[in-house]
């Protein structure tokens, strides 16, 4: 998979609605919400251009029901996928446009991660604008090279998780 880092796109989040609608389609009840996450959601913030979707069910089990339908739909089921607790799915092979990251509405801890850092990119656009210079960077540096991309990014992102974090819970 070739990374490319491109300037934001207005259509992203068309994109992330449409998608939505087709999940909210498939899972009706089982469905607590979802949101657009990640790079593609923040305005202005250089991004892959691939939408994250961050789903809340209300069992992280009974959504192995649903794996013919989310292929479906052109979805990979990939399984927790390195986080436990998580169901993660992927579209698009090596041209993906789609991630969903699935979790039960308790998984307070990687659920408001999620949020917070969406949020406070959205609230600092200069943060924003420097992660999206990082990642258009790395994305030059290893355009190969997924594991290096995601190292580049890793000690940036845990440092302004934390930023969020703390920011999130005192402008609730």
Not at 32 to 61: E, Q
Not at 62 to 90: K, N, P, W
Not at 150 to 167: N, R
């Amino acid at each position: 998979m070739k990374i490319t880092v491109v300037e934001h796109h207005p259509e992203w989040k068309e994109a992330y609605l449409k998608e939505e609608r087709d999940i909210q389609n498939i899972l009706h009840s089982e469905l607590v919400n979802s949101f657009h996450v990640g790079s593609t959601s923040v305005p202005g913030l250089k991004a892959k251009p691939i939408i994250d979707i961050l789903l809340v069910v209300r069992d992280i089990n009974a959504l192995d029901q649903y794996s013919v339908q989310f292929e479906h739909l052109g979805y990979e089921v990939m399984g927790e996928f390195g986080i436990r607790g998580r169901r993660y799915f992927r579209k698009g092979g090596d041209n993906r446009t789609h991630h969903i990251h699935a979790f039960q509405y308790d998984h307070i801890q990687e659920i408001e991660r999620h949020l917070a850092f969406r949020d406070y990119l959205c609230h600092h656009p200069e943060i924003a604008k420097e992660y999206g210079e990082l990642k258009d960077e790395l994305a030059k540096k290893y355009p190969n090279d997924i594991e290096s991309y995601g190292d580049g990014k890793d000690d940036f992102v845990k440092k302004v998780e934390k930023q969020a974090l703390i920011w999130h819970w005192t402008h609730r």
